[in-house]
């Protein structure tokens, strides 16, 4: 399924865990370092404008490698943080930007289920080992907030064609794949001993 970015909570609250989707338009990246700035700063003008960006879009929980090429940025890999890295702050992050999606690798905590509910915030993990895979799908290169945090903590803001796949991992259900697979792994666990 395709999805344009920006996406809105009818057509996040669609989603179920197990879809495959690829996503059209703009994208954010964000690790750590961007989340918290964002939440400790929210009231600076520069950080209002990143904030309005996000209004029901999507963070990519990435660190990308970039290439100024003239006087434009390229994408050379852009491969997924494992999101358990933003675990403590993306609650607030998320009542405070108002996205739609997160893109990241590993899932996040359960605790978040409820937050993803109410807040209509899907989590689609990204293929581990694919980062040239998915910097082919980055067109360009919009803009980039927070130099100063470093390249690969800055906000990267991507226009991106047929980004994925992607699998809808979390959903607004309170299901999670990887809690379902660790239930699974668990039984069988039990079983064998």
């Known amino acids: 399924m395709e999805l344009k970015t920006p996406i809105s909570k009818n057509t996040v609250y669609k989603l179920k865990v197990g879809d495959i989707v690829y996503l059209n338009g703009r994208i954010y990246t964000g690790r750590d370092e961007a989340h918290i700035n964002i939440i400790k700063r929210i009231d600076e003008k520069d950080i209002r404008k990143i904030v309005n960006k996000l209004k029901e879009g999507v963070i990519y929980h990435a660190g990308p490698i970039m290439k100024k090429v003239g006087d434009k940025w390229r994408c050379i890999s852009i491969g997924p943080t494992t999101s358990a890295r933003m675990n403590e702050v993306e ?103």
């Open 91 to 193: 609650a607030d992050f998320i009542k405070i930007t108002g996205i739609s999606a997160i893109v990241g690798k590993g899932g996040m905590k359960g605790d978040l289920l409820n937050i993803f509910k109410e807040y209509g915030v899907v989590y689609l993990a990204a293929p581990g080992g694919c980062a040239a895979l998915l910097a082919d799908a980055v067109v360009d290169v919009k803009g980039v907030y927070l130099p100063e945090l470093g390249m690969p903590e800055a906000v990267w803001e991507l226009e991106v064609e047929n980004f994925g796949p992607l699998v809808v991992a979390m959903d607004t259900y309170g299901r999670s794949i990887y809690e379902e697979v660790n239930r699974e792994v668990m039984k069988k666990l039990k079983e064998l001993i």
